[in-house]
Each structure stands twice: as C-alpha cells, then as structure tokens.
C-alpha cells in the first residue's frame, strides 16, 4: 500500500460508534492511510452502521447505492461495511451489493487491521460477525484528529431488553471492564493530552455489577487522576440509576454537570409495553431528587422520547407533556417510534400498525418539541450574564469568523474569535453568555484560561 493512500470512515449512530470509529480510524492511520472527510477521494471506505431506527439503515443502503458506481470506475477501492447494521444483516449485504469486500460486526472491529490487510492477499470478500468474551480491543487508541475530547468504553452489550430495542441482539450481553485497566486508559488519556473524558456504555448505569463492582467506585478511582479536567459518563438508565450519584455530582468537581436519562415515555401503560421496567412515579422521583440537589441549577438534564409507539393514546400523549413540563428537560432527543425486526415489540405490534396514524403522531413529535424549545430557551436564558469557561470544540460550521465551543455540562456556546489571540480548538477560554437560544448560546470571549 502506498503511503499516500486516503481512507474515509463514515459513522451513524450513538457514542459508541462515534468511539468505535476513532479506533478505526487510529488503525487506519497506523497503516499509513490518510484519513479525509469525502469518501468519494478514498481508497478505503469503511461505513460504521447504526440500526436503532430504520432511517440509518436505509441511509447505508442509499450510500452503498452510491458507492456501487464508485467501484465500477475504480475498481481497488476497498468498501468496509461495520457497526450493528453489519451484524444485523451480515452476508445479506454482500449478497445485496457484492461489490462490498468485508462485511464485520462490533465484536470483530479489534480484528479490523488483520481483516483489512486479508483484503490486499486474498481476493475473496467477507462477512464476520462473531461475539466474543473479551474486549480488550477497547484501549485508548485515538486518531490523530482527536484534540481535547475523548469517549472511553467501559462495557458492552445490554441485558434490559426494551421491547422496541434491536441493540441487545445486536451487541451481545453486558461486559463490564475491570476498573484497574479503565483507570489506566484514562491515565494514557491524559498522558496524551486530553483532559476531557466521557465514559460510554448502553446503560451505563449497570456498569460492573458483572464484577462485583459499580459505577461509583469508578467515577471516584478516575477522579483522582490528576490532569483530568472533565469528566462525564452516557447512557443511564432510569430503572439502574443510583440515586446517590446525586450527591457524587455536588462532591466531585470534575464530574460534568450532565445527566442523560433516558424517560422513552410519561405514561405508565406504554412504558410497561416498552418493556422499561419503571413507571412515570419512579422517573419523578428521580427528578425529584435532582431538584432538591445543589446541582440542579447547573445540571444539563437531557433524555431520550420515542412518540408514536404503538396504542399511544391522547390520554398517554398528554401523560408524555406532563412528564416534560414536570422534569423541564434542557433537550429531548426525539423519534417516532421505528419498527424492528426481531424485537419484542415488531412482532407484537406489526400486524396492528395503523398507517392512518402516521400524521397524528407526526403532529404530536412537533407539539412536544415546540414545547421543549420553550423550556429550552427559558433554561438557557438562566444562563444570561455569566461568565463561564469553556472548551473550543471546532470552528463554526455557520460562520468560519465563531468557535463553537461547550460548557462543563456540555451545552454548545459560539463565540466570536478574538483578534491577535491565538487560541485553538483544545483550549479553554473564559467568556461571558450573551444569548439564548433553545439550542445554543452566544458569549463573549473574556480571556484564555
Ligand atoms: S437499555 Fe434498552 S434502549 Fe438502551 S440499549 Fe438496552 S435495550 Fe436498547
């Protein structure tokens, strides 16, 4: 392979895969592989698949559409298809599209160096989609794009089983990793130069129980470590959370004010149908909690809401905007519910799905998030006025003249760069909240930190 060669690797989906292809993408680069944006100029494409919803599916299909005239016109490109949508559909996609040439599933991306070179001795494509005990591929390789930022896994797979949920066939049962080795990655972290950390697992919130261990014990080990500016941790599950995470939140100042937790619904009866495992009083408690906590005022509360899942009614609709009304999220990441195969809840519900209902459900999705933005923008308008320190994520992508840039709790700021100050994405700045917006917020650069 000659050095020059670019490689591009495109990502749907959550942290995981994000995380997943900054592994990828470090082995790719180890290769002699230079990574760019435009898969179009790539000799190899590797596409890193999501398959929670059908949109990311039918998204990687429309690429590999494209990509099929790609190959015609140069046939030595290499097409790498990975992430769960390769373990879902596995062979299928090399049957469907036989121009791809490996076809490989979470569990095998710590093999993906072995397979990509395979690819250059024999001319055969395909397809592996084991699930393995071990997962010691999850290290702290990083590419080189990588500036300040980094997500770090701690176990993998999921026991929960939500009825909607494909993730668990798809990413095997719960591993946790041993505390020692996640301590000593975090330690290479920072040793890199990356002081900002967030740990990422299905449920986080589950973390270790496999090994006698938990999630608590951990934030504190890491919070130790010297260096370490920042410190968050994804997915939680309402059902799991320990409530004395709380009191971690107000203890460990590393600790990002930023809970996500995932509600999926405000009525009982279709949480129960969800297969959640808690009801809406459970999920108020929690938030009740949160509220009489010191951190409440600071805390970024954002979650996750599918709308539209089967017999949701007015009445559990209403339910839903109660539940944000009540919890005042600062963001909800909202879908109508997605049918998928070999859940639960497709093969309850398929045969009753009432297309008729598609618009009503269309038009609750909008009434609920025009009534996040409303408390959105009042959250972000407590902020007004303060001067907080921030880290510069990247130019903006709107204007070239802003950073875009994120507060300790993760919410997106933009400022206007200084002149004559040279400040670079990685760095941390002060500055002074100008504007709120449902979304984001604009300051005023104070000084470099
Ligand atoms: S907790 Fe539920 S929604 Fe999350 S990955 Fe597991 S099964 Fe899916």
């Keep these: 392979m000659k050095k020059t060669s670019f490689a591009s690797v495109l990502t749907f989906g959550c942290q995981m895969n994000i995380h997943d292809s900054e592994y990828l993408k470090s082995e790719l680069e180890s290769l002699g592989y230079t990574l760019i944006n435009d898969y179009i100029e790539a000799?190899?494409?590797?596409?890193?698949?999501?398959?929670?919803?059908?949109?990311?599916?039918?998204?990687?299909?429309?690429?590999?559409?494209?990509?099929?005239?790609?190959?015609?016109?140069?046939?030595?490109?290499?097409?790498?298809?990975?992430?769960?949508?390769?373990?879902?559909?596995?062979?299928?996609?090399?049957?469907?599209?036989?121009?791809?040439?490996?076809?490989?599933?979470?569990?095998?991306?710590?093999?993906?160096?072995?397979?990509?070179?395979?690819?250059?001795?024999?001319?055969?494509?395909?397809?592996?989609?084991?699930?393995?005990?071990?997962?010691?591929?999850?290290?702290?390789?990083?590419?080189?794009?990588?500036?300040?930022?980094?997500?770090?896994?701690?176990?993998?797979?999921?026991?929960?089983?939500?009825?909607?949920?494909?993730?668990?066939?798809?990413?095997?049962?719960?591993?946790?990793?041993?505390?020692?080795?996640?301590?000593?990655?975090?330690?290479?972290?920072?040793d890199k130069g990356i002081s900002s950390i967030t740990l990422i697992a299905q449920n986080i919130s589950r973390y270790g129980l496999d090994i006698n261990d938990n999630l608590i014990n951990l934030i504190i080990d890491i919070s130790k470590i010297n260096r370490i500016k920042n410190l968050a941790f994804l997915t939680s599950h309402p059902k799991d959370f320990d409530l004395n995470i709380i009191k971690l939140y107000e203890d460990i100042d590393i600790l990002s004010p930023l809970l996500h937790l995932p509600a999926q619904h405000g009525s009982n009866k279709i949480l129960a149908s969800m297969n959640r495992n808690y009801t809406k009083e459970?999920?108020?408690?929690?938030?009740?909690?949160?509220?009489?906590?010191?951190?409440?005022?600071?805390?970024?509360?954002?979650?996750?809401?599918?709308?539209?899942?089967?017999?949701?009614?007015?009445?559990?609709?209403?339910?839903?905007?109660?539940?944000?009304?009540?919890?005042?999220?600062?963001?909800?990441?909202?879908?109508?519910?997605?049918?998928r195969k070999g859940t639960k809840a497709y093969e309850l519900y398929s045969k009753k799905t009432d297309l008729s209902l598609k618009k009503v459900y269309s038009q609750r999705l909008k009434m609920y998030q025009d009534r996040q933005k409303e408390i959105a923008l009042q959250k972000n308008k407590n902020l007004l006025d303060k001067t907080m320190e921030l880290y510069i994520e990247q130019d903006s992508y709107k204007d070239s003249l802003k950073y875009t840039a994120r507060t300790k709790s993760y919410k997106v700021v933009n400022f206007i760069k200084p002149k004559d100050i040279d400040l670079k994405p990685g760095s941390y700045v002060l500055a002074k909240i100008d504007k709120a917006y449902p979304t984001h917020l604009l300051a005023t650069f104070i000084s470099k930190v």
């Design 43 to 190: 000799e190899a494409i590797v596409i890193n698949t999501c398959s929670v919803r059908e949109k990311p599916e039918t998204k990687l299909l429309n690429i590999l559409s494209q990509i099929k005239g790609l190959k015609k016109k140069k046939p030595k490109i290499k097409v790498i298809v990975c992430g769960c949508s390769a373990q879902n559909l596995g062979s299928k996609i090399i049957e469907l599209y036989p121009f791809v040439d490996l076809v490989f599933g979470p569990d095998e991306i710590f093999n993906f160096k072995n397979l990509l070179l395979n690819l250059f001795t024999s001319k055969k494509e395909s397809t592996h989609t084991s699930f393995y005990k071990d997962f010691s591929y999850m290290n702290t390789k990083v590419s080189s794009n990588i500036l300040n930022h980094a997500y770090l896994t701690v176990m993998k797979g999921c026991n929960s089983y939500c009825s909607y949920c494909i993730v668990p066939y798809l990413r095997g049962k719960e591993i946790s990793r041993k505390r020692l080795e996640i301590v000593e990655d975090v330690k290479q972290l920072v």
């Design 282 to 339: 459970y999920y108020y408690n929690i938030v009740d909690n949160l509220k009489n906590s010191k951190i409440w005022k600071n805390l970024n509360f954002t979650t996750d809401i599918i709308i539209g899942f089967p017999e949701e009614d007015d009445n559990d609709f209403k339910e839903l905007l109660s539940l944000l009304d009540y919890a005042e999220f600062d963001n909800s990441f909202t879908f109508i519910y997605s049918p």
